[in-house]
């Protein structure tokens, strides 16, 4: 069964910046494009970046181009987020994935809160 645990998130102020983790298990986490969401009460969930199996290949949402980098690391089974010049509209839940979630399970995920 497909296991997600993420970490890594918590209160930061504007501008400032996070790493998130998370530890993956129960399929073969290099033969997978994977995913970063987020979702917001009421607004649903959004793809915020996305990563080929190998991780040389990677593509960010509008909002978050040029501030978040996605990395993994096939060794670990562990998928980053490093987050950077966060602002308000950042705050959200943050869950990994494998892209689509081909698997049906979701991790708790981390919350993530940009305020001052």
């Known amino acids: 069964q497909a296991q997600f645990v993420e970490s890594g998130g918590g209160l930061v102020q504007p501008g400032g910046s996070l790493r998130l983790s998370c530890e993956v298990s129960?399929?073969?986490?290099?033969?997978?494009?994977m995913a970063w969401y987020r979702q917001v009460p009421g607004r649903g969930r959004e793809l915020v970046a996305r990563i080929s199996g190998s991780g040389d290949k990677t593509d960010y949402a509008d909002s978050t181009k040029g501030r978040f980098a996605i990395s993994r690391d096939n060794a670990q089974n562990t998928l980053y987020l490093q987050m950077d010049s966060l602002n308000t509209e950042d705050t959200a839940l943050y869950l990994c994935n494998a892209l689509h979630y081909p698997f049906g399970s979701w991790g708790q995920g981390t919350q993530v809160t940009v305020s001052s």
């Open positions: 129960g399929f073969t986490f290099s033969s997978y494009w």
